[in-house]
């Protein structure tokens, strides 16, 4: 037994034979042992592992998935994503591979109260010719009730909600309030500090014209903060969809409460053009030194992949990247009322964002676009999963079924997005000290996140001056990337002389999932003239391969068997860890670096509906794809 003393001089005393006692002071103890603890692990301050979370999820009290016909509450959404089997709006077990360790649940604001009373056939809702015509395809049920809920959405983002519905269930009506005490109350109820966070957040939903200009917002805090505010609204006349209101109503909350939060938007692929800005704002506004020093402040973090595609790159805007084609949604904006043009994706994409903001602070002092990343769902069942063998994709209409690769998630006169694109993904990891809101939500403030399109890849990014391969010879290397470097996420601070930064890179596979096939890092940089250039780096793979003349790396293989929906870890490998230094660097020029980090090819959730309900598939539906994660950037700002 050890026995602490309270004395001038505090002795250890242990409990040995009286003939062999030995009595240790705390002097004698500091000349004896080195300042370095022969265990590694003791005095440990950095993160030691990702917690993974989900950022964009929405229960049967968001209005549209309501009508869809999802029935779960936030307290079934919360205890899935602990790992607790439920059952979904359509009668099916299911239940997630691995618990999550945080969750922020993000409920649309606008008509907060109105879903539950849609399917309960409430008589103010009924009155309303459209109200009755929404809840007859609601109690339809299946294809109808997804035509249903679309033209809710058109309506919502064409701003023709009837007026009677929206003032009914707007900031100031009862049902309005209830509802948010109500997601306060399940957020407080399932956080277990420690064990798994659950943040109170909300989705803001501005979406003018279908153009997808939604945020999510995360507070750090809990109820007694939390219920001092009411969430803000988009829909005329008590809100507006302009984000600088969204970031004025974050001001207030944060002055009124002493709470914080921030907010994220989603991949901007249905914004056709407006989500990134680069002269002029879609509500007239100029991108100015005001816009960008409140998008800075405010949306540290972006969704980088979800169910609606994936959002980092684009062919047209990277004609020389191999892997800029993937999953991505280039149709038109949300509700397929203005079809697409090539030069809407430059203000789309999150690799020219992050580009276009080296300009915006060249030319303002302040780079609105310095986000992390992060992977979310944004599904409307209540049901966090972005796993392609448990998939149950976006709304209750197209849970499992032998007919849900049918329906179309959204069609118009225009065109139609088909059933087959949806995406099973994707989630968030988290390099946080401790499992808890404060720890969690300062990494995300700091960007030490992560994205990933579903599988569990460990990624570690640091950038620094001094790394060599002795760093990536050992099982931690964290210590010397915290010691001589900074994370993902950090700002790489400038050094005397024509030096190139180093980068200590380590990425683990899925311990369920699928082998690595390659790290490569992506570049982007102004150069001495101003124009914005980028270049896709391999820098670590699997097996023998080398580089081409001219500098290409051959495919790693395909193991994907798709009449079994399986492959094989026989390609690939576990792990990759390097240093990699830019050969290429200036130290005059402005410059960010991420990982994309990709597995060997895997089965689509398309190819599992086949083996297990018998159907057939679309020729043109894309059965295997290359999951991957994608680091938050490292920024380098010269001199001055």
């Known amino acids: 037994m050890l026995k602490l003393l309270s004395s001038a001089a505090c002795i250890a005393v242990i409990s040995v034979p009286a003939a062999a006692q030995i009595v240790v002071s705390e002097e004698a103890a500091e000349g004896t042992f080195a300042a370095r603890p022969f265990s590694p692990y003791a005095n440990r301050t950095f993160p030691e592992r990702p917690l993974w979370g989900e950022t964009h999820l929405h229960t049967g009290l968001s209005l549209d998935a309501g009508a869809f016909g999802n029935i779960l509450g936030p307290d079934d959404a919360w205890r899935f994503a602990k790992g607790e089997q439920v059952v979904s709006s359509t009668g099916q077990p299911v239940r997630l591979s691995r618990p999550l360790d945080w969750m922020v649940l993000t409920d649309h604001t606008d008509l907060m109260g109105f879903a539950p009373d849609l399917q309960a056939g409430d008589p103010g809702i009924l009155a309303d010719p459209k109200g009755r015509e929404w809840y007859e395809g609601y109690s339809q049920g299946g294809e109808a009730a997804g035509k249903s809920a679309f033209d809710l959405i058109t309506n919502f983002s064409q701003m023709t909600l009837p007026e009677a519905i929206v003032e009914a269930y707007s900031p100031g009506a009862d049902a309005f309030a209830f509802t948010w005490e109500k997601i306060v109350k399940a957020a407080e109820d399932h956080n277990e500090p420690g064990k798994f966070t659950a943040f109170i957040g909300f989705e803001w939903t501005s979406v003018p014209k279908g153009f997808n200009l939604h945020r999510n917002v995360m507070l750090r805090d809990g109820a007694v903060r939390a219920l001092q505010v009411v969430p803000p609204v988009t829909q005329p006349p008590m809100g507006s969809t302009d984000p600088l209101s969204l970031y004025d109503w974050l001001e207030a909350y944060q002055e009124k409460t002493g709470g914080r939060a921030v907010a994220f938007s989603h991949n901007g692929n249905l914004s056709n053009g407006w989500l990134f800005p680069t002269e002029g704002t879609y509500h007239g506004g100029t991108v100015d030194e005001n816009y960008v020093t409140q998008r800075a402040k405010w949306e540290p973090h972006y969704e980088i992949t979800q169910i609606k595609g994936d959002g980092e790159a684009h062919p047209y805007l990277s004609p020389e990247d191999a892997f800029a084609d993937y999953e991505n949604w280039d149709i038109g904006n949300l509700d397929l009322t203005e079809l697409k043009t090539p030069e809407m994706l430059k203000g789309e994409y999150a690799r020219e964002a992050l580009k276009q903001g080296l300009a915006l602070e060249a030319k303002l002092g302040v780079n609105p676009y310095k986000f992390g990343l992060g992977g979310a769902t944004d599904s409307h069942t209540g049901l966090t999963t972005a796993e392609e063998e448990n998939f ?179 390609i690939g490998t576990s792990e990759i860890a390097t240093v990699w230094s830019d050969p290429d660097f200036d130290p005059a020029e402005r410059a960010f670096y991420y990982l994309r980090v990709l597995e060997i090819p895997t089965p689509r959730w398309v190819v599992y509906d086949k083996l297990r309900f018998g159907i057939e598939l679309p020729e043109e539906a894309q059965l295997i794809h290359q999951e991957r994660a994608y680091s938050s950037p490292i920024w380098y700002t010269p001199e001055g």
């Open 392 to 570: 149950f994709n976006k709304s209750v209409s197209v849970e499992p079924s032998p007919t849900r690769i049918e329906h179309p998630f959204i069609a118009s006169d225009l065109g139609e997005i088909p059933g087959h694109m949806m995406v099973a993904s994707g989630y968030t990891a988290v390099w946080a000290e401790e499992n808890t809101r404060s720890a969690i939500f300062d990494a995300f403030k700091r960007r030490e996140t992560y994205a990933t399109t579903g599988p569990r890849i460990g990624v570690r990014f640091f950038g620094g001056w001094e790394f060599t391969e002795d760093d990536i010879r050992t099982r931690s290397i964290a210590e010397a990337g915290y010691s001589r470097g900074v994370p993902m996420g950090g700002d790489l601070r400038p050094r005397e002389g024509n030096v190139a930064p180093s980068f200590l890179i380590a990425a683990l596979r899925d311990p369920i999932g699928a082998n690595l096939d390659r790290v490569q890092v992506v570049k982007g940089w102004m150069d001495s003239e101003g124009a914005l250039q980028e270049r896709v780096y391999d820098v670590a793979w699997s097996g023998d391969r080398v580089l081409d003349a001219d500098g290409n790396l051959p495919e790693v293989g395909n193991t994907v068997d798709l009449e079994t929906a399986s492959w094989s870890n026989t």
